[in-house]
């Protein structure tokens, strides 16, 4: 019986990539890939001379049994993302669930992701929150937003640079223009930032600048806003 190793990528800095996630790299008969030119110029860093398959939202549907059937046949296979941990909006939970269908042991490696330095640097409460990842562009999108108005919880989303300054408007008029939130981009990068404000501090913020890269947005809970406009105490830890 082969396995399945589920293994992050850095979000940014090169750095960031574990030995651990090298050794397995290097050890695996196959490595699939969101995509392969991407995938491999990291391989090539770090000196990973392994054979590439593209696994990607596009073709994961047809393909997963065929990779389920091989791991159980005896094969170790590596699925990486273009950056972060696998199947956090990202192509992976298909292959997963397919392999353990076929009792095929699945190991995720600890590594990078987005949201967990998103929500550190926001400044908000991150005992309890919410991961949203990317919201409906079009179809649903109003509907999610009128359901997570209501949301007490910290929340956190993906968003591209190109829809940043729309979505933190619709957040101002679902929500409420005093939301807290931070907006965290190029993470780990050379030009990282984290930007913290109301709703509609950052969506001005955000309007007089061109935006690259890869965005977190960490909102406020509706609780969370209550609970500094009415005065009521928050909860003491002990």
Known sequence: MGKLYIVPTPIGNLDDMTLRAIKVLKEVDLI??????????????????????SHHKFNEHKTVENIAQR??????????????????????????????DHDVEVECLPGATALIPALVNSGLPNDRFCFEGFLPPKKGRQKKLTQLAEEERTMVFYESPYRLVKSLEQFAEFFGAERRASVSRELSKLHEENQQGTLTELAEHFKSKKVKGEIVIVVEGKQQQKQKTDGSPKEQKS
């Open 32 to 53: 699939l890939a969101e995509d392969t030119r991407t995938s491999s110029k990291l391989l090539h860093h770090f000196e990973i001379q392994k054979k590439l398959f």
């Open 71 to 100: 791991i159980a046949a005896g094969e170790t296979i590596a699925l990486i993302s273009d950056a972060g941990t696998p199947a956090i909006s990202d192509p992976g939970y298909l292959l997963v669930r397919a392999c353990l």
